[in-house]
């Protein structure tokens, strides 16, 4: 049985720089795309960025966009979301998810069978 958990968050200032992990155990993240969403304080979880299981697509929120990079290994064990110029509204708790399908991506969390436990990060003005 899939299972995922987030790595690499913490305490960063503004204009800053974060990687965060998301490592999958009990199987391989074959056929799976992965997605990265977040939660900030007295607010909804939101889609901040997805891959497809091959790595050839890929999706942003327009918050993200140009600042956020997703990408996975070749051995469909870990994907990773590259955060620079980080800002105190990226302030939230990450958390990755996997959705079994064989093309593409999608945006909705409501798609997503799996999930991690979520890693927070705390951006500083």
């Known amino acids: 049985q899939l299972q995922l958990v987030e790595s690499g968050g913490g305490l960063v200032q503004a204009g800053g720089s974060l990687r965060l992990s998301c490592a999958a155990s009990g199987r391989s993240l074959y056929s799976y795309a992965v997605g990265w969403f977040r939660q900030g304080p007295g607010m909804e979880r939101e889609f901040v960025a997805a891959?497809?299981?091959?790595?050839?697509?890929?999706g942003y929120a327009d918050s993200v966009k140009g600042r956020f990079t997703i990408s996975r290994n070749n051995a469909n064990t870990m994907v990773y979301l590259q955060m620079n110029f980080l800002k105190p509204e990226d302030t939230a708790v990450y958390y990755c998810?996997?959705?079994?399908?064989?093309?593409?991506?999608?945006?909705?969390?409501?798609?997503?069978?799996?999930w991690g436990p979520g890693n927070q990060v705390t951006v500083s003005a």
């Open positions: 891959i497809s299981w091959t790595g050839r697509s890929t």
């Open positions: 998810a996997a959705d079994y399908r064989r093309l593409g991506y999608v945006t909705s969390e409501s798609e997503y069978e799996v």
